[in-house]
């Protein structure tokens, strides 16, 4: 019944590794999002897909990469981790509407050791 | 730019006190505007949410904002606070289609006395 799917809940790497996280939500949503989270409790999105193509890129390291399989899905591929990538990462979603709100993942704590 | 303000980042009231949080926007245009909790090891849940009309919006558990165009702030309230309410609160902005981002403010920590 999760609405906004997220996996793995936790995951605890060393710098230089590649590690993936992973998005899914049933609710048909057009849109979906990847907001970073960091100690400070400040979200900043990241990217955003509307129908798998990519509408927000914000100011983010080429070493990240969204990929979109299909509207249900939008994965986030992070290469050559770095300490200062620790942080908790929330995918979203919403429908592609007018004032539409975001529906949330449970997050992501990325710890870089 | 479009940015927002939570000014106080951590609020301890008692128990069945009233609460208020605040926030400050700044949008070019008429804004849509968010209210959205966190409890620990959560995801965001959406409170309510103001885009047009009664400046005076009901959301879920209890709290309600009040959106005030002249002093650019939509405000959370509750008139009794319950131990349950302790987390985190993030006001947002913006929001006109998919291709515009919603905004975080900064987020304001509610602790509970009992």
């Known amino acids: 019944d999760t609405a906004v799917s997220q996996t793995p809940k936790y995951l605890v790497t060393q710098m230089g590794n590649d590690k993936s996280i992973k998005c899914e939500q049933n609710l048909g949503h057009d849109t979906m999002y990847w907001y970073k989270q960091d100690s400070k409790k400040f979200l900043k999105i990241m990217f955003s897909y509307n129908n798998k193509e990519l509408i927000i890129n914000e100011t983010v390291p080429n070493r990240f990469s969204p990929k979109s399989p299909d509207k249900a899905h939008l994965n986030l591929h992070i290469n050559s981790l770095e300490l200062g990538d620790s942080a908790v990462y929330f995918c979203?979603?919403?429908?592609?509407?007018?004032?539409?709100?975001?529906?949330f993942g449970n997050g992501t704590r990325l710890t870089v050791t | 730019a479009q940015s927002v303000t939570q000014p106080d980042i951590h609020i301890t009231v008692s128990e069945g006190a009233s609460l208020e949080l605040r926030c400050n926007y700044s949008?070019?245009?008429?804004?849509?505007l968010f209210w959205y909790v966190q409890s620990p090891g959560q995801g965001l849940q959406l409170l309510l949410k103001?885009?047009?009309?009664?400046?005076l919006v009901q959301g879920i558990k209890g709290f309600e904002a009040e959106f005030k165009r002249s002093q650019s702030s939509f405000n959370l309230r509750k008139p009794s606070v319950h131990w349950s309410d302790a987390a985190e609160y993030f006001c947002?902005?913006?929001?006109?289609?998919?291709?515009?981002?919603?905004?975080f403010g900064s987020g304001t920590r509610l602790s509970i006395r009992p």
């Open positions: 947002a902005v913006g929001g006109y289609s998919s291709a515009s981002k919603i905004i």
């Open positions: 949008y070019g245009a008429t804004p849509y």
């Open positions: 103001y885009f047009s009309g009664d400046t």
């Open positions: 979203a979603s919403s429908p592609d509407e007018e004032n539409s709100p975001l529906h």
